[in-house]
């Protein structure tokens, strides 16, 4: 029966993103509580190419999603980086990571995971670049920096262990358990080399149409993975993924509103056109190297653990694939349950009616979570902010509340904010 072997498909992409996910998300948690944050602000702040390559080589190795880093862009911005450090950042960020570099060597082959951040680099460079161009230098926004997550509450290895799970993983949980299952479903669905004969997913029509598809939906450069990897296991060429896993992170309709606000119109049509004509022609690029590479000899192994057939056939599981595999469902199964008791309580609060509700949009995450929160409690008057990310409701406790001054506080983390018709209430 196809759901039967839907679940073995399921079962082997976890088996390959398991061990390679994990170990990722414990370096970037190490990145993330030993790297010096002076080095991340020191020279951002000049409209000039090497604050823009700065900022392109910062954002690279960050596990930020692409809606994880609108808020940190806009603290960078706060801390004095010039306009075009930051389309830099906002740029190379959400495009790659340490985790994600590693779950692409698991799924797509090295070539395929070193290009990536290379391309993510170029990408961010000459973003920035073209923004130093065109757009006048301003004075940066004087408001106070904005948090963009919670603090580990221990250093060390428990400190990354923590911030590896609950600030990373859980900004990308959903978007993991998406990516898996659709993977699943299309291996299931679609057959091997179903796609080389189809002409509209070749060249650069079918990098058109998969630029079509991804710039207004948000897609986690992690969880695409494996989505990519059985595409181009169905035969979709090699390019046309990567236009899929550059221009799905770096754009979706959050992120491109975010900007507008920020940085303005110039800056987005520069943002939008950088991704979208460098994705293209790297992706163009990338198919002729890896021609090349084939035809040196440097191909992928016969075992069917190369570029793209990572998750068909191979190797019989390994005890740490299995283990990583178990450790990662627990996890992923325990953020969940996380997610649906907090919606209760505020939900019940809501009902009744306690203290003041804003409705926020553009909340996608638990980074997009922590920001809101920490925005809000900034305020003096303001004495607790429970954000709920199903419904989009934030219930705030304090006194003297004040609807405009919250809302203005939501918008300098990036995000909209409007006032429920049933927001106040006496406690």
């Known amino acids: 029966m196809w759901f039967e072997t839907f679940l073995h498909q399921l079962w082997q992409v976890m088996l390959e993103l398991s061990p390679s996910l994990l170990l990722g998300l414990?370096?970037?948690?190490?990145?993330h509580l030993y790297l010096p944050r002076e080095m991340v602000h020191r020279g951002l702040n000049r409209?000039?190419?090497r604050?823009?390559?700065?900022?392109?080589?910062?954002?690279?190795?960050?596990?930020l999603c692409s809606c994880?880093?609108?808020?940190?862009?806009?603290?960078?911005?706060?801390q004095g980086a010039s306009k075009g450090a930051t389309t830099a950042f906002l740029i190379s960020t959400p495009q790659t990571g340490v985790d994600s570099l590693l779950v692409s060597a698991s799924f797509l082959g090295w070539p395929f995971a070193l290009f990536k951040p290379v391309a993510a680099f170029v990408t961010g460079l000459l973003g920035g670049a073209l923004v130093n161009r065109f757009t006048a230098p301003d004075d940066t926004p004087r408001h106070a920096p904005v948090a963009t997550a919670t603090e580990p509450s221990a250093g060390g290895f428990k400190g990354a262990l923590r911030y590896s799970v609950f600030e990373l993983?859980?900004?990308i949980d959903l978007w993991v358990l998406a990516g898996v299952l659709v993977a699943a479903?299309?291996?299931?669905l679609i057959p091997?080399?179903?796609?080389?004969?189809?002409?509209?997913?070749?060249?650069?029509?079918?990098?058109?149409?998969v630029l079509a598809l991804s710039i207004p939906l948000y897609v986690c450069t992690t969880g695409s993975v494996p989505i990519a990897a059985s595409l181009i296991a169905a035969g979709?060429?090699?390019?046309?993924a990567l236009v899929f896993l550059m221009a799905g992170p770096a754009t979706n309709v959050a992120t491109l509103g975010a900007i507008y606000r920020v940085l303005g119109t110039r800056v987005l049509g520069i943002y939008l056109g950088t991704v979208i004509l460098m994705s293209v022609l790297l992706g163009l690029g990338f198919d002729s190297l890896l021609q090349g590479v084939q035809k040196a000899g440097w191909a992928a192994p016969a075992d069917g653990h190369g570029l793209g057939g990572q998750i068909f056939g191979g190797h019989g599981p390994h005890y740490i694939a299995v283990g990583s595999a178990l450790v990662l469902s627990g996890l992923l199964a325990y953020l969940l349950g996380l997610r649906l008791k907090a919606m209760l309580p505020v939900r019940r609060e809501a009902t009744r009616g306690t203290g003041l509700l804003l409705r926020v949009e553009g909340m996608s995450c638990q980074h997009c979570v922590a920001s809101v929160k920490k925005s809000l409690e900034s305020l003096a008057t303001v004495s607790e902010a429970t954000p709920d990310l199903p419904s989009g409701l934030v219930r705030i406790r304090g006194d003297h509340l004040d609807a405009t001054d919250l809302i203005r506080a939501v918008e300098k983390a990036g995000f909209r904010a409007s006032e429920p018709r049933e927001a106040r209430a006496t406690d």
Do not use: E
């Open 236 to 240: 979709m060429p090699a390019g046309t």
């Open 47 to 49: 409209p000039d190419l």
């Open 26 to 31: 414990f370096v970037a948690g190490l990145v």
């Open 51 to 63: 604050s823009a390559a700065r900022a392109s080589l910062i954002g690279v190795p960050l596990p």
């Open 185 to 188: 479903l299309i291996t299931t």
């Open 169 to 171: 993983l859980a900004a």
């Open 68 to 78: 994880g880093v609108i808020p940190t862009a806009l603290g960078l911005r706060d």
């Open 192 to 209: 091997t080399d179903y796609l080389a004969d189809r002409t509209w997913t070749q060249g650069l029509g079918g990098m058109l149409l």
